[in-house]
């Protein structure tokens, strides 16, 4: 944590807790088995959840347990011992929505901190003084205020305030929604929602039953009621200068892709903003970092209620222009073999992208593949197979290793040229403007991929064709 501004990023479970941490997060929150409200997110037994904060504050780092569901007569049975074990296994803080479970956490649990949920709707300056009177540590505040509204509160209390910068965001009023219940019996409140806000719908006329009729915003379908998903990158000046303690990530039942990459833009953004705090001035690391948020599955970003109301914007569907494909278990420098563990399919042929919070950017061809005891394979497309890739730059456990779809806001031109050349290739594009970034894959091969956006991708080639010695493009 840098200056008291904490980094808060979702774990829903074991490995989603490891990648966080390990890419920069100061805490995470999660849930048990029971008391959450993302029943469906994997969650944590009794064991993991003491494996999980003990892992963290190893790391000298948090662990925040949600027990906000609201409450009926029959979940207050087991949940005063719940309660205790949690303090018992030195959980950092509770996150309570329902005032009789936080006055049961105040009762059985005197030591353990209790942060006030998003699920609470503080929405004003006197619920938060109401709960901080209570004895409150922190307020999760609602996703509907401007940055006006928060300043406001701040002024008013004198406890830690959590912010949502980042993730999806429900249709309905911070997550009050009865969808779910009305459609399949299933509570959202009670951490049981099926998401009815992201179904396909069609129309039916009332005179015509059974007829029914498609409804297309796009080629996948309709999305009536989807919201955009939150992205407060550029506003975390901003945020931090109104006094914001700790900003938060949703996403608890995202991938390991998503936790991963989104916690290292943040952790990245937030570090450097703090280095150089000027509210609403861009920051160092803004411009590479909107680029990695577009490389998680997500739907258009929105800055939601931060500048005030957001009005109508179009409903949209998920983008997703890269896939992931696995996570690095090794690394063999003197034989430059990666050790993949894989979630996506891999052949050879793909081009393959790797990250990690040491690790910077770059790009590489699959030519071969092996398996784990070194015998070669047509492809791997078992999920957690371990398998070998010659990787021509050092990588570390837990790096990410992803393939870009080639479509979306960018895309890439593969293409092979005299490897004395190669060096050139940056020049030549930099004299017709920048059309494209090229990037060294292979130097002794004369392998280079080009960067380019839709609109720049022709204007490249036809470029590549002009050029007084032979460029091979792969995949055109």
Not at 255 to 261: P, Q, R
Not at 335 to 340: D, H, K, N, R, T
Request: glycine share 10%; net charge neutral; proline share 6%.
């Amino acid at each position: 944590m840098v200056m008291g501004k904490e980094l808060l990023a979702p774990a829903g479970n074991l490995e989603k807790l490891i990648m966080a941490l390990h890419y920069g997060a100061d805490a995470v929150y999660l849930a048990g088995e029971e008391y959450g409200l993302r029943a469906f997110a994997g969650n944590f037994s009794l064991d993991d959840l003491a494996t999980g904060i003990d892992l963290a504050h190893r790391q000298g780092k948090r662990v925040y347990v949600a027990v906000n569901i609201f409450a009926q007569n029959r979940d207050l049975t087991g949940l005063p011992e719940y309660l205790g074990r949690l303090a018992g296994m030195g959980a950092d803080a509770l996150i309570v929505a329902d005032p009789g479970v936080f006055a049961l956490a105040r009762r059985h649990a005197p030591n353990l901190a209790v942060h006030i949920s998003t699920q609470a709707n503080i929405t004003n300056r006197e619920a938060a003084k109401f709960w901080a009177g209570l004895g409150a540590k922190r307020l999760i505040l609602a996703r509907e205020l401007s940055l006006a509204e928060i300043q406001e509160i701040r002024q008013a209390v004198d406890v830690e305030l959590e912010v949502f910068v980042h993730g999806a965001m429900c249709v309905s009023y911070s997550g009050r929604c009865l969808l779910s219940d009305y459609l399949t019996g299933r509570q959202a409140n009670r951490g049981e929602c099926t998401q009815p806000c992201r179904w396909r719908y069609a129309l039916l006329e009332e005179t015509r039953p059974g007829m029914y009729l498609p409804l297309e915003e796009d080629g996948r379908g309709s999305y009536i009621f989807n919201s955009r998903d939150l992205c407060l990158l550029a506003d975390l000046p901003a945020l931090v200068a109104a006094g914001v303690d700790s900003f938060k990530i949703e996403g608890r039942m995202k991938s390991v892709h998503y936790v991963a990459t989104v916690t290292q833009v943040y952790r990245k953004a937030l570090d450097c903003c703090l280095r150089n705090p000027a509210p609403h001035q861009p920051f160092c690391s803004q411009t590479t970092g909107q680029v990695e948020l577009g490389k998680v599955s997500h739907r258009p970003y929105t800055r939601g209620f931060l500048a005030g109301r957001p009005g109508q914007e179009p409903a949209v569907s998920y983008r997703r222009d890269y896939t992931f494909v696995g996570v690095v278990r090794d690394y063999d420098r003197d034989g430059q073999f990666a050790v993949i563990e894989v979630r996506n399919r891999v052949q050879p042929g793909d081009f393959l992208e790797f990250t990690g919070p040491a690790t910077p950017v770059f790009f590489t061809v699959v030519n071969e593949i092996w398996d784990e005891n070194g015998v070669p394979l047509a492809q791997a497309n078992r999920p957690h197979q371990l398998i070998k890739l010659k990787v021509p730059r050092p990588l570390a456990p837990l790096d990410l290793v992803r393939r870009p779809q080639g479509g979306g806001e960018e895309a890439f031109l593969r293409v092979r040229l005299d490897p004395d050349r190669v060096f050139h290739l940056g020049d030549v594009l930099e004299g017709y403007g920048h059309l494209g970034v090229p990037t060294t894959i292979d130097k002794a091969g004369g392998l280079v991929v080009i960067r380019t956006t839709p609109d720049t991708r022709k204007e490249v080639i036809e470029v590549l064709k002009t050029l007084p010695y032979p460029v091979t493009l792969y995949g055109d």
